[in-house]
Nanobody, 118 residues
Framework: QVQLAESGGGLVQAGGSLRLSCAASGRTFSNYAMGWFRRAPGEEREFVGSITSSGSHTYYTDTVKGRFTISRDNAKNMVYLQMNNLKPEDTAVYYC???????????WGQGTQVTVSS
């Protein structure tokens, strides 16, 4: 069982930066791939990016490549989403998720709001 808690959201102007954090409980955090997702108002939840359990590989959706960076610190049970050059279309509630196996994201945080003003 893993519990996840996001933090770091807020209001930022277009072109600005934010760093989201996700704190995980549980002794097996380092076994899980971790992901970030977002849901914009009126939209479906979408995949933002993920990082393998060791942190050796990261994956991003095309719309954030080159602007967002995912990292993790397994010693601290933390995963981060560094967001640079933010755009108004990045406005959403951002969620972190944990994937213990190869397929499904089984654990989710409650989300943190990111609002980018133009």
């Amino acid at each position: 069982q893993v519990q996840l808690a996001e933090s770091g959201g807020g209001l930022v102007q277009a072109g600005g930066s934010l760093r989201l954090s996700c704190a995980a409980s549980g002794r097996t955090f380092s076994n899980y791939a971790m992901g970030w997702f977002r849901r914009a108002p009126g939209e479906e939840r979408e995949f933002v990016g993920s990082i393998t359990s060791s942190g050796s590989h990261t994956y991003y959706t095309d719309t954030v490549k080159g602007r967002f960076t995912i990292s993790r610190d397994n010693a601290k049970n933390m995963v981060y989403l560094q967001m640079n050059n933010l755009k108004p279309e990045d406005t959403a509630v951002y969620y972190c998720a944990a994937r213990p196996g190869a397929v499904s994201w089984d654990y989710w945080g409650q989300g943190t709001q990111v609002t980018v003003s133009s």
